[in-house]
């Protein structure tokens, strides 16, 4: 005798579908995270997860973990609505049809154009029964995914901002003193954020002031030990002014460099940049908003889904006059800089009046070591 699933019994195998998507972590992007499970009579027969980018997905994953089981009747559970278009590998609708399951339950929907409910149409029409989940789950769900989300509804990257900052918010002192605002725990945290982002990104400020290598360590600031996984170099260089001799050309042939111009930048420091091993992007637009528009478009059509950006503060304030910020991870030191002339983390534009000021959907503190962690998640893709 079959046992039926309940409203509970299916919040907890999605559940567990959550956990599993999320183990793809940055290896899957910029495909989506993705947890499936196979159940029959109240048995786990299966389980899986989108592992790489162009590997089997979490429902084929699943289905072969099941081998030698009865599927026909079972129930899977996906976090994201199975796939029915042929891309790097197989329709999964396909997949689940031939195996004979007979109910699959999903967490969240898929935004893509080649998606967006087809392929639940599809199994609906080949008498599969599809239940689409609501409540806490979905947003967790889409959570999990927003560099996804957000690439998928308007062809540009999911921003990170972090920065560290003062008690008094200065990002550095007047003359321009900035090592080391965070403490180690905080700086440790930060390479890994640089290792699960597709790209990291700076502005020619900072590339100045500081030479930074960009890349994401193991261990901390401290190592010199390179993360498995190097996030793209992203620097905006309007007019070309990036020396050749700056750190990021060293290894530009192993980890990629792109470099963002204007189109107000010398022909001949573009096709050097070029020669040292970068890529250069012409960023189009009447003013800074509108060329982070145009890179960040460009990006994304190169496959970058997620972006971490550290400033300097000109950059930033950019990137927040374009609307392109999603999150802000901000580390407060216990530390007081003053001086009218000390920078602040956003400059640009601004809001004109406190009625117009960007408020976050979503606020969060925590300590990590000496310093407090402020993240503000800004919206929902």
Known sequence: MSVPETAESDARHLRRALELAALGGAAVSPNPLVGAVIVK???????????????????????RAARGSDLHGATLYVSLEPCCHQGRTPPCTDAIREAGIGRVVVASDDPSEHASGRGLGILRDEGVEVVVAEGEIVARARLLNQPFRKRARTGKPWVLYKSAMSLDGKVATRSGDSRWISGEAGRALVHEWRGAADAVVVGIGTALADDPALTARVGGSGSEQLAERQPR????????????????????????LTIVVSRAAQRAATDAFTAHGAEVIVATGENEPARVRSALEQLAAQGVGSLLLEGGPKLAGAFLDAGEIDELRLFVAPLVIGGRSARDPLEGEGAETIGDALRPLQLECEHVGSDLLITARMREW
């Open 41 to 63: 009579d109240g048995e786990t027969l299966g389980e899986g997860f989108h592992r790489e980018l162009g590997g089997p997905h979490a429902e084929v994953e699943a289905i």
């Open 233 to 256: 170099r992203v620097i905006f260089d309007s007019t070309a002014q990036l020396p050749l001799g700056a750190r990021v050309f060293r290894d530009a042939e192993l980890i990629p």
